[in-house]
C-alpha cells in the first residue's frame, strides 16, 4: 500500500511538472493547434453603426468556425459567429456576424455592463501582453448595449473577473430575421501593450439562449471557466503596433447632498468638489490620482444574514479600487488571512462600534507592467481625522511587486503599511500603526490543469514582537472527470493585518475536496458530481485543540436546459471559546462559552433556467443548530420585461429554535429591486431592503443619466428605518455630476 501511495504521488508531482513548465499533461486533452487570423491595417475611418457595409470589411481576414462549449465541448457551434478585424494608428475597428434561430433573444436591460450570462451576447478577451494571465474583455448584445471589464490571475476563478472597469469606446448593432451584426471601434489607448508587438493572444465566446448553446472561438473544455486564458487564440497584426499613449483623463464632480439625522434630530447640508485624474505612464502603467473623492453613486451593498460569530467580506464598488486590482487584493487567502481588502479603507467604526464612513482626503496609485513578466503596484491613501468618533487620521500604503515565473506561475511580494502620524489620546499605543511584509507564489499550470499558491505574511505592531505571522499552501487539480484539491492554513494569535481581511486568529485549517464528475450521453442532464469535503480547524494556542471541523457530502448536476440542482449533508463540530448568541438578539442569554456543539443538517438547491423570462431559485435547509434546531429557506426570482425593465427579489427566512433559557429567533430579509433602462443612456434602479436582525429598512433609489462617455449625472435617494415601529433613522439626497474629460 505504501508503495502505491508513493506512485501515486509520484505521478501527481510529474502531472503538475509537465503543467509548470508548459509540457501538456499525458491524461488531459486540449487544442493541438494554435488558431490564428490576421489582423490589417488600413487608412480608412469606420463609423460602427452596426452596420457591416462597408467595402473595407470584405477584405478582411475572420475568426469563426466556433466550437460549442455547452452543452458539448468537442462539436462545431450550431450556430456559427465570424468576427473580423481591422486597425489604424488610433483604433482597433471590429465587425461581428452573429448567426440565430430567430429574433428572440433574451435582454436583461439596456443598460450598460450588463450580465452575460442570462442574456445574449458576445464577448472578446484580448491578452495584449501574451502573459496568459490578464486579459481586456469587452461585449456587446443584439441591441448594441456595451460592457468592459478585465480578466487576472489566468482566469481560474471568478475572482479574477470584473465588469466594474471602465474605458471609452463605441459599438452598435443592427438586428436581421436569422442573425445580428456589431460593430466596435475600441481607440487602442483603451489598452496596454509593448510598443512594437505583433501579435495579442485573443478569443471570444458567446451565449446563445434560442439555440441553447454558449460557443467559443478557441476550444475550451468545459471543467474549465470559459474567461480561462489558457486557451487562446492568436491575432496576428499586419505591421507592428506603434507606440500608443493614452490621454489624460480628468474626472472632476460636483455633488450637493441632504442628510437627516432622526436619532440625532439634525439636518446637514454640503457641496463637496473633487475628482480623479488617469495619468498614462508609457503603454502599460496607469497613474491614478484622487482627490476628495465621492462614492455616494455607488450601490448599496446588499445586506445579509449572518449566523456565524464571524465578519462576512463584501465586495468592492469604488472604481478608484477596481483597475488591477488583483495586484493588490490577491495576497493571501481570500477566506482566511488576506492581508489586503480595500473596502477597509474609507470605513471606520464609531464609538458605540457601528460601522460609518471615514472620510478619504486623497491618494495615488501607480499600477501596471514595468516589463512583460513584472507588474507594480503602488498605492497611498489619506483618510481624515475624526476625533468626535475617536478615529485618527491614518496613511495607507501599500507596495506590491509580481514576476512571472515559467510559462504563467508568479511570484509576488508586498509590503503594507497603516499608520497614524499624530499623538492622539484616544489611539492605544499598540494601534499606532500595523506593518505587513509577505510573499506569494502563485502555480498556473498552462492548461490550467493544476493551480496552487503558497504564501508567507508577518505583521509588525508596538509590543508584539512573535507569533504574528500567517502562512498557508494550497493544491487544486482539475481534469474533466476528477477535481482534487487541499489547502492547510496557519494564522497566529498575533497576527494583525489592519488592511486586510482576516476572519480569526489562533488556527491551523486543513480543507480538502474531493469530487468525481459524470458527462453521461444522450441523457437530459448534462453532467453532474459527487463530492466530498472536510473542513477541520485547530487553536495552536489551545495545544492544538481541534475547535471545528465541517464534513460535507454533496450531489450536484447541471441540466440540458441550463436549470441545476444540488442536494447536501453537513456534519459539524463547533467548540465554542467564548459566549456566542447565534440569534444575535439584544438582550438573549448567549450559549456558554468553552463547550463544544455537534450538529447535523441536510441542504437542497434548485436554480431554474435562467434564459426565460422567469426565473427562481429555492434552497431549503433543515437540521440541527448549535443545541438547538434550525430550519432555513432562502430563494429569488427574477422577470424580465424586456429590454427595459428588469424585476428581481430575494428572500431569506432562518427559524433558530433554541432551548430555555436561550433565545429563538425568527429572522427575516427580504429584498426586492426594481431596475428600468428608459434608454441605453438612461437608468432607475431602486433597492429595498428589509433586514430584522439588523433592524433595518432600507430604500435606495438612483436615477443615473449618461450624458456623455463615462459622464454621468446622478440623483440619489436613501431612507432607513428602524424595523420595530417603522421609527425613521436617516434620509440623505444627493445630486451629483461627473464628467469625462481627455486631454
Known sequence: ??????????FLTSLAFYGQVGIKSPIYYGQNKTRSFVVKKIDNVIIPDGILNEPIWETANSADNFWQYFPLDSVQAKQQTEIKMLYDDKNLYIGIIVYAEGKDYSIQSLKRDFRAGNSDNITLLF??????????????????????GLVSGGGIDRRGFTISWDVKWQGNSKIYDSWYTSEMVIPLTSFKFKEGETKWRFNSYRFDNQSNETTTWANIPQNQNIFG???????????????????????????????KDFEEDNTTNKLSVGGDAKISIGNSMNLDITVNPDFSQVEVDDQVTNLSRFEISLPEKRQFFIDNNDLFGSFGDSRD?????????GIA????????????????????????????????????EDEDNEIPSNNNMMLALQQTVFSRSNIGFFFINRQSFEDYDFV??????????????NLISRDNVWNGKFFFQKSFQPGIKDNDIATGARLEYNSRNYNISGKLIYVAEDFRSDLGFVRRTDILKSFVQFERVFWPRNSFIQNHAFQIFPIALWSPSMDLKNTDYDVRGQWQARFRDQSRFSAEFSHKYTFLIDDFDPTGSD??????????????????????????????????????????????????????????VFLSMFMRYDKIELPDPYPSADIWLISPKIEVTFSKSIFWSTLIQYSNQRDNFGINSRLQWRFAPLSDLFL??????????????????NLKITYWLNI
Do not use: H, W
Request: with cysteine; hydrophobic share 35%; charged share 20%.
Open 716 to 733: 440619489v435617494y436613501n431612507d432607513n428605518y428602524f424595523v420595530d415601529g417603522f421609527a425613521p433613522k436617516t434620509r440623505s439626497i
Open 587 to 644: 438582550d438573549g442569554i448567549p450559549l456558554p462559552g468553552n463547550q463544544g456543539y455537534y450538529y447535523n443538517s441536510v441542504q437542497v438547491e434548485f436554480n431554474s433556467d435562467r434564459r426565460k423570462i422567469f426565473s427562481y431559485s429555492l434552497e431549503p435547509t433543515i437540521g440541527r443548530f448549535f443545541n438547538g434546531n434550525r430550519f432555513s429557506v432562502q430563494g429569488g426570482m427574477t422577470f424580465r420585461f424586456q429590454p427595459k
Open 428 to 441: 492605544l499605543p499598540e494601534d499606532e500603526y500595523n506593518r505587513v511584509l509577505g510573499i506569494d507564489y
Open 1 to 10: 500500500m505504501v508503495k502505491n501511495l508513493t506512485c501515486l504521488v509520484l
Open 337 to 345: 488571512a488576506n492581508p489586503f481588502f480595500s473596502r477597509r479603507i
Open 127 to 148: 491578452d495584449t501582453f501574451n502573459d496568459n494571465n490578464n486579459a481586456f474583455l469587452f461585449g456587446i448584445n443584439p441591441y448594441g448595449v456595451q460592457r468592459e
Open 349 to 384: 467604526n464609531d464609538t458605540a462600534g457601528n460601522t460609518i464612513e471615514n472620510k478619504i482626503i486623497g491618494g495615488v496609485r501607480l499600477s501596471g507592467k514595468l516589463t512583460k513578466g513584472l507588474r507594480l503596484g503602488f498605492l497611498n491613501i489619506q483618510t481624515a
Open 229 to 259: 486564458l489558457g486557451f487562446m487564440g492568436e491575432m496576428v497584426f499586419e505591421k507592428p503596433l506603434g507606440k500608443s499613449r493614452t490621454p489624460m483623463a480628468l474626472i472632476p464632480y460636483v455633488n450637493g447632498s441632504a442628510l
